[in-house]
């Protein structure tokens, strides 16, 4: 039984051990160097990196598994996709192995990784066989190849792509968070993004769960052929539905989860979030105090609107995770007062627009990298730079006295950044840095 797995980064390395522990020949290429080569080709495994050699178009597959960020439309990926070989995704394959897990999968534009996050914390507290996977960091297989198939809660943050390629994975519990362009580099349109992300519910049965948030009018728009149970939900009081703030109360149908205040991230989005987490983690089994407690002890998440410390009497935040319009929008919206927002980066092709109604969240805008002339003509007064270096040094420059500066992208990080964390934690180490001196 042959395997081509197309893409050697983590996930690409953990389904090539898995699929060889279950007895597969496995053939991983790469256009990148891959690292620990000699040590996979130890277990078995042929690897071929710096490219994909043309003879590997001569062996016959049984499936082929592709990194989830490589588009279809690659030649390389195409050839086999013609052909009409199976092309999956390393979530699908590990889940194959894993009777045994209950998961709960976790999608969206944006609140994704909080939302796994928190969720993940909450599992924790029903027994110590919980663990978080997927778009999050951590492949699927490196918890399936650690724990096996014992009983395990996971939660899953899943992404389009990887949605794309998941033909029997199935969660009792899902979501998508929230719905707005994104991605228009890999997606033809709006439209195919969105239903990409709409699979997150297709394999699920009667007694699933899929969550609807119903202040989305996209979701409300494109969540129109769920096969399982629905539970909508809000934070409008006025609307009817599943869960809603009641009194200051996070209810789901008549029963207390949490006190809004029990939540102490900013912005009412990561209300949200909380709100989201708590009723997957009622679903799965965690008790109310649990997830109670749970949401008191969430201190965030890395990257997400995080506090890194004062500078002259001026507090940075880092939302590398920003990495799109409705993500900056939402940290914005987080503060009371105008900020300093520095952004730029790669241009996904997704433009900037939404961001001209909450110009007056903005004090000033420092610009830089790839996008940094479209985000000058979209806010002239803007300050053009051409790193992020330079553009904290301009921060230092013209913030005030309890001003705010937030680092907020709008965009990916791969003009100057091998991804958003790399630029997070070198933005966190421009403030650390400047203070030590």
């Known amino acids: 039984m042959n395997v081509l797995v197309i893409g050697g980064a983590r996930s690409g390395i953990s389904v090539s051990k898995l699929l060889t522990l279950h007895n597969y020949n496995v ?104 663990a978080y996977a997927g778009n999050i960091g951590v492949p699927l297989s490196e918890v399936v190849l650690k724990h096996g198939d014992c009983e395990m809660d996971v939660a899953v943050e899943i992404s389009a792509f990887q949605l794309l390629g998941c033909d029997t994975y199935r969660p009792i519990v899902s979501v998508c968070t929230n719905l707005t362009p994104d991605h228009l580099d890999y997606f033809k349109s709006e439209e195919d993004y969105y239903n990409a992300k709409m699979l997150v519910y297709k394999n699920q049965k009667d007694d699933d769960w899929f969550l609807k948030n119903i202040d989305d009018d996209n979701i409300v728009k494109y969540a129109t052929d769920v096969k399982c149970k629905t539970i909508t939900y809000s934070l409008d009081s006025t609307k009817v539905c599943d869960s809603n703030l009641v009194d200051g109360q996070i209810m789901l149908f008549d029963t207390v989860l949490f ?90 092709h997704t433009g900037f627009n939404e961001l001209i109604p909450y110009f007056d969240k903005i004090k000033e805008m420092i610009v830089y990298g790839e996008t940094k002339y479209q985000l000058k003509i979209l806010y002239p007064k803007a300050i053009v730079v051409d790193d992020l270096k330079q553009a904290f040094d301009q921060s230092i420059i013209v913030a005030k006295d309890n001003d705010v500066v937030l680092f907020s992208p709008l965009c990916a990080s791969y003009d100057q950044f091998d991804s958003y964390e790399q630029r997070g934690d070198i933005f966190k180490q421009y403030v650390n840095e400047y203070l030590s001196k």
């Open 259 to 348: 006190d809004s205040n029990d939540c102490k991230l900013v912005g009412r989005h990561n209300l949200s979030n909380c709100q989201v987490a708590a009723i997957m983690a009622f679903k799965m089994g965690v008790s109310l105090s649990d997830i109670k407690k749970g949401i008191q002890d969430f201190k965030g998440v890395e990257h997400r609107i995080e506090y890194i410390k004062q500078i002259n009497n001026v507090k940075y935040y880092n939302d590398s995770k920003g990495t799109n319009c409705d993500a900056t929008i939402t940290a914005l919206n987080a503060f009371d007062q105008s900020v300093i927002l520095i952004a730029g980066g790669y241009d996904k």
């Open 27 to 130: 053939y991983l290429t790469d256009q990148k160097q891959i690292d620990n080569k000699s040590e996979l080709e130890e277990l078995g495994i042929k690897v071929y990196d710096l490219g994909h050699p043309d003879f590997l178009k001569d062996i016959k597959y049984d499936f082929i598994v592709k990194n989830p960020g490589i588009p279809y439309q690659v030649p390389f990926v195409k050839y086999f996709n013609d052909l009409g070989i199976k092309i999956y995704n390393e979530t699908q394959i590990a889940s194959q192995y894993t009777k045994n897990y209950q998961y709960a999968s976790i999608t969206g534009t944006n609140g994704k990784t909080t939302t796994t996050k928190i969720l993940a914390d909450l599992l924790a507290y029903k027994n110590n066989k919980s």
